[in-house]
C-alpha cells in the first residue's frame, strides 16, 4: 500500500487574518464561547460557521487550526462555536441535538449576519455533531444560511446513528458514545478564559448532567424522539445549497446517497470517498486524501459570493470511490481504486443485479461471539479499526458463494431477501458481504442488520410467530468495491454480532434459512466509468504546534480479545484512543485515557455486558489549575430489561466537588 498523502501547509494565503475569542449573545441572556478567525479587509465577507460541544479551546484545537485559518486567509470570517453547556459557554448541557441546541444555533446564524464585518451570508460546515448540526439548522430554514457542507453526519437519527442498527440496539455504540459524552460533559470551564467563575460554572453544569444512555434506551422503537431532527422526515425544509460528504468507513455514509436523491439537482452534491470518519484532507487512514478545503472553497464562492469560476455546480451529482480488489487488514495508508461520477441517485449507470440462493436449508445459530471481528463502528484512522480476515466470522455463519467470471464494480446499498423461520419470537439477523481472493482470504466489503421484530418497519416492534416462515428484505451499508474476475463474492449470515448489536433474549435458538425463495441484490455499475473525477492535493493552514509528549507506559492494546476457554467467555476490550496526552502552546496540559470492555458468554445471550471507563486531566501549571474527570458506565440485562449504572467523580486537586451514581432499569420493549 501506498503511502497516504501529507496535507501541504500554506501560508502564502490571499489574505492576512486576525483572531479573536468573542462571547455571542443570545436572547436569553446566556452568552456561547466563540473563535473567530477574519480576512484583513474592510470589506464585510460571509461567515462560515462550525456549532459543537467538543470544545473548541482544547479538544478540537489542533483540527480547528487546519481549517478555520485557511478559510479566513481566502476572504471568509470563520467562526468556531462551541454550544450551550459545554466548554466555555454558559448554560447547562442538553441532550443531543435538542430543541435548545438548535434554536441557539439558529440565533447564532443570525447573529454572525448581522455583524459590521459579515456580508449577511452565512455557511455551516462540521464533522459528525457538527455535520449534524448543519443539516438540522438548515432544515429549520434560518434566512442567512445560505449553503452547508455536512461531512460524516446523519439524515436519519433513529436507524443510521450511534443508537440503533436494522432497529437492533447498538451495543457497541449505544453505549460507548453515551460514556464518551458522560466523561465529555462533565469536563470543566476553563479559568484562563473564564476567569475565577469556572468553578462555579462546572458544579452547576455537574448537577444538570444526565447520561444519555438512559433517554436512548428508553426510546427502542422510530418515535418522535428519534423524528426529532431527522431530516429524512422532510427533505424539502432545507432550503440552502448542500455538499454533503461522506466516507466507505464511515457509518453515516447511506446519508449522502439518500440526501443526493432526495434534494434537487440544483440544490445538492455528493462525495463519497474511502475515508474513516475523518475530514477527508487529514490524510488519515484509509486515503486517498482529497484538497477538500479546496473542494469547499469552490461550494462557498458558488453560494455565499456568487463567483463561481470553476463552476461547482456543474460536477457530476455524486462523485464516488471504488476501491479496487484489497486483502483484509485493519488498516490501511491508501486503498487502490478509483473516483466515478454520476449524474443523478439512482445512477442510470447502476443496474440491480440479483442471486439466487443456492443449496439446502440450513440452521444458522451462531456462536454468540460472532462480531469479534467486526472492526471498529466509527473507524477514525488508527492501527486496528477496520475489520480483519472474515474466515473465522464466516465459520460462524452460513455462506453463500458466486463466481465472478469478470471484473464487477458495485456502487450503492446491496440488498437481501432471505426466507427464514423462527421458533423464538425474538431475534436478529445479520448479513456480510465478502470478498473472497483466490487464496482464500476473505476481506469485508459491507453488512446490513435486522432485528426480526423491525421487519415489518421500525415504528413498532413485532414478534415472530414461532414456528412460521416469512421472507424479510432489508439493505446492506452502501459501498463502492470493485470485484475481480476470478473471486467470488460471499454472502455470510449470522443470527449474533457482538459488540455491535445487542443480543435478543432467546436469539440464541438461532433461525432455519431456506435459500429457495433468497436472494442477494447487487447495485452493479456500468464498464462506462464517464468523464474523469479529479481532486487537488489536500493543503492546511499552519498547525496550532500541539506536543504529544511520549509515554512511558508500555503502550495499551487498541483492539485485544481474551478468551476464558473454561468459562467459554470472551472479552473484547478496547482503547479509543481519541487523543491521549497533549500539551497546547497556552500551557495547558490535557490528558484522557479511555477503555472499553465488552464481555460474552458463547452460549447466552443475557450473559452480554459492557463497560467504559474513562479519565480526563486538565492541568494549569502556572495558573495552580488542576481539575479531573473519571467516570463509569455499565449495562447488563435481563430477558426483560436493560440495567445501567454510571458514575462521575469530580476533583479540583484532591478536592472532590461532585461524586454521583445513577442505576436504571429499562424495560426491553423493542432492544
Not at 459570493?305 to 486483502?327: N, Y
Not at 472479552?571 to 470492555?597: H, I, K, M, Q, S
Amino acid at each position: 500500500m501506498s503511502t497516504p498523502s501529507t496535507p501541504k501547509i500554506r501560508t502564502d494565503l490571499p489574505y492576512g487574518t486576525v483572531r479573536e475569542d468573542i462571547l455571542v449573545p443570545l436572547s436569553d441572556g446566556t452568552t456561547l464561547f466563540a473563535r473567530v478567525w477574519r480576512p484583513v479587509t474592510d470589506a464585510p465577507v460571509p461567515v462560515l460557521l462550525e456549532y459543537l460541544p467538543y470544545r473548541l479551546s482544547d479538544w478540537t484545537a489542533p483540527r480547528d487550526w487546519q481549517r478555520h485559518p485557511w478559510y479566513a486567509g481566502h476572504g471568509y470570517a470563520s467562526v468556531r462555536v462551541d454550544v450551550r453547556g459545554h466548554g466555555n459557554s454558559e448554560g447547562m448541557p442538553g441532550d443531543e441535538y435538542d430543541a435548545r441546541e438548535l434554536a441557539d444555533g439558529v440565533e447564532v446564524v443570525h447573529w454572525l449576519a448581522g455583524q459590521p464585518w459579515s456580508s449577511g451570508k452565512v455557511g455551516m460546515f462540521g464533522i459528525s455533531w457538527g455535520g449534524f448540526n448543519s443539516l438540522q439548522i438548515a432544515a429549520l430554514a434560518p434566512e442567512p444560511l445560505k449553503a452547508i457542507v455536512t461531512v460524516c453526519s446523519t439524515d436519519d437519527r433513529y436507524d443510521n446513528d450511534v443508537h440503533y442498527m436494522g432497529g437492533s440496539v447498538l451495543a457497541v455504540d449505544m453505549h460507548a458514545w453515551a460514556a464518551t459524552m458522560l466523561a465529555f460533559v462533565s469536563r470543566p470551564p476553563d479559568p484562563a478564559f473564564v476567569g475565577d467563575r469556572w468553578r462555579e460554572m462546572w458544579t452547576d453544569r455537574l448537577e444538570a448532567v444526565d447520561p444519555f444512555v438512559h433517554t436512548w434506551l428508553k426510546h427502542q422503537t422510530r418515535d418522535e424522539y428519534w423524528r426529532h431532527g431527522s431530516v429524512c422526515e422532510d427533505y424539502s425544509a432545507i432550503k440552502a445549497g448542500v455538499l454533503a460528504v461522506g466516507g466507505w468507513h464511515d457509518p453515516y455514509r447511506d446519508t449522502v446517497l439518500r440526501l443526493v436523491e432526495a434534494l434537487p439537482d440544483t440544490q445538492v452534491r455528493g462525495i463519497i470517498g474511502p475515508w474513516s470518519h475523518q475530514y477527508p484532507d487529514r490524510g488519515l487512514p484509509p486515503g486517498p486524501a482529497i484538497g477538500f478545503l479546496q473542494e469547499t472553497l469552490r461550494w462557498w464562492d458558488h453560494w455565499l459570493k456568487g463567483d463561481d469560476p470553476t463552476d461547482v455546480m456543474a460536477e457530476p451529482k455524486l462523485r464516488s470511490w471504488i476501491s479496487d480488489a484489497h486483502p483484509p487488514a485493519t488498516v490501511y495508508p491508501e486503498l487502490p481504486g478509483r473516483w466515478v461520477g454520476d449524474p443523478s441517485w439512482p445512477s442510470p449507470n447502476v443496474t440491480p443485479v440479483s442471486y439466487a440462493l443456492q443449496g439446502h436449508t440450513v440452521l444458522v445459530r451462531s456462536p454468540q461471539q460472532t462480531g469479534l471481528d467486526a472492526g471498529r463502528f466509527f473507524p477514525f484512522g488508527n492501527d486496528a479499526d477496520l475489520p480483519p480476515d472474515q474466515r473465522d466470522e464466516d465459520a460462524k455463519s452460513a455462506c453463500f458463494e458466486f463466481e465472478v467470471p469478470q471484473d464487477l464494480r458495485v456502487l450503492g446499498r446491496p440488498r437481501v431477501t432471505l426466507r427464514l423461520t423462527s421458533q423464538v419470537p425474538r431475534g436478529q439477523v445479520v448479513a456480510r458481504l465478502c470478498d473472497i481472493a483466490p487464496d482464500g482470504s476473505s476481506t469485508l466489503v459491507t453488512r446490513g442488520v435486522l432485528n426480526l421484530g423491525s421487519r415489518h418497519g421500525r415504528a413498532a416492534s413485532v414478534p415472530w410467530l414461532p414456528g412460521t416462515t416469512e421472507d424479510v428484505t432489508f439493505e446492506l451499508n452502501g459501498i463502492g468495491h470493485a470485484f475481480p474476475a476470478g473471486h467470488r463474492i460471499r454472502l455470510a449470515v449470522s443470527s449474533a454480532y457482538w459488540p455491535w448489536i445487542w443480543p435478543q433474549p432467546g436469539s440464541d435458538a438461532g433461525f432455519t434459512l431456506n435459500p429457495v425463495g433468497s436472494t442477494l441484490e447487487l447495485p452493479v455499475r456500468s464498464g462506462n466509468l464517464g468523464p474523469a473525477v479529479t481532486f487537488p492535493e489536500p493543503e492546511q493552514s499552519e498547525p496550532l504546534g500541539v506536543v504529544y509528549p511520549a509515554s512511558l507506559d508500555e503502550p495499551r492494546p487498541e483492539r485485544l480479545v481474551v478468551r476464558d476457554v473454561a468459562k467459554g467467555e470472551w472479552r473484547l476490550e478496547v482503547d479509543p484512543r481519541y487523543g491521549g496526552t497533549r500539551v497546547y502552546p497556552d500551557g495547558l496540559e490535557f490528558t484522557e485515557d479511555a477503555v472499553e470492555t465488552y464481555v460474552i458468554q458463547e452460549d447466552d445471550p443475557l450473559s452480554a455486558r459492557t463497560r467504559s471507563d474513562w479519565s480526563i486531566r486538565l492541568h494549569r501549571p502556572e495558573r495552580g489549575w488542576d481539575a479531573t474527570v473519571r467516570t463509569r458506565s455499565e449495562i447488563t440485562c435481563t430477558e426483560q430489561e436493560f440495567v445501567t449504572s454510571s458514575e462521575v467523580v469530580c476533583r479540583d486537586g484532591d478536592e472532590v466537588v461532585f461524586h454521583r451514581t445513577w442505576e436504571e432499569r429499562i424495560p426491553r420493549t423493542a432492544g
